[in-house]
């Protein structure tokens, strides 16, 4: 696709919910991150994924948050038990590698009751 | 760690003026890369302008420019000539240069721009 795409745009999950985010990064950039963007606040990184290695997961905030790229192309951020804290706008990236501009997807936001 | 502080979370400025955003950053590193992202509404976060810390001159991106000042680690961005497409949240954003293929960014915490018409 021309961009990087996510889906859905906006979730609304009941506190205990289990809920998976999906992203379409551009085809064949290497490079996958994901990043948390609570209200008012800048994102903050979570995890970041090279083809279908997740190489640095040091950003994920509990075992509650789960990431995976298997063939190295789509991604799913999934999220266990959701909690309120977890409310926020989900961003994924992609870039070829290397020094080469990230380019971001629209973010998904997560809303949890 | 490194930590980016943007101490202005929210600036105004009259249109077809010129306007500067502040960004420091604190890291012990001396290769690295510094950027400005805006973030519409929309939510996407849109490169505006982006500095190697090798580099002296400072960058240039038509109506944007940054003064890098790696010794004091400031990072401000200019904005001339501002326009009511200029307004959005603008992020100062940090990445080291030692993780090859790890370009996980840090940002600060946001300003955002008004333009006045």
């Known amino acids: 696709g021309a961009g990087v795409s996510q889906s859905p745009r906006y979730k609304v999950a009941k506190r205990g919910q289990d809920v998976a985010l999906r992203c379409d990064p551009i085809s064949g950039h290497v490079s996958l991150f994901w990043y948390q963007q609570a209200l008012g606040q800048g994102p903050e990184f979570l995890t970041y994924f090279q083809n279908e290695a997740q190489l640095d997961k040091s950003g994920l905030p509990s075992d509650r948050f789960f990431a995976e790229r298997p063939e190295g192309s789509v991604s799913t951020l999934k999220i266990q038990r959701t909690q309120q804290e977890d409310s926020a706008v989900y961003l994924c990236a992609s870039s070829w590698q290397g020094i080469s501009p990230l380019h971001f997807g629209n973010g998904t936001r997560l809303t949890v009751t | ?117």
């Open chain 2, 1 to 117: 760690a490194q930590t980016v502080t943007q101490s202005q979370p929210e600036m105004s400025v009259q249109e077809a003026e010129t306007v500067t955003l502040s960004c420091t950053y604190d890291t012990s590193e001396s290769d690295y890369y510094l950027f400005w992202y805006k973030q519409p509404p929309s939510r996407q976060m849109i490169l505006v302008i982006r500095q190697e810390a090798y580099k002296q001159q400072n960058a240039t991106e038509n109506r944007f420019s940054v003064n890098f000042q790696k010794a004091a680690k400031s990072f401000s961005l200019k904005i001339s000539d501002s326009q009511l497409g200029d307004a959005a949240m603008y992020f100062c954003a940090y990445r080291s240069a030692a993780n090859f293929g790890n370009e996980k960014l840090t940002f600060g915490t946001g300003t955002r721009l008004t333009i006045i018409p």
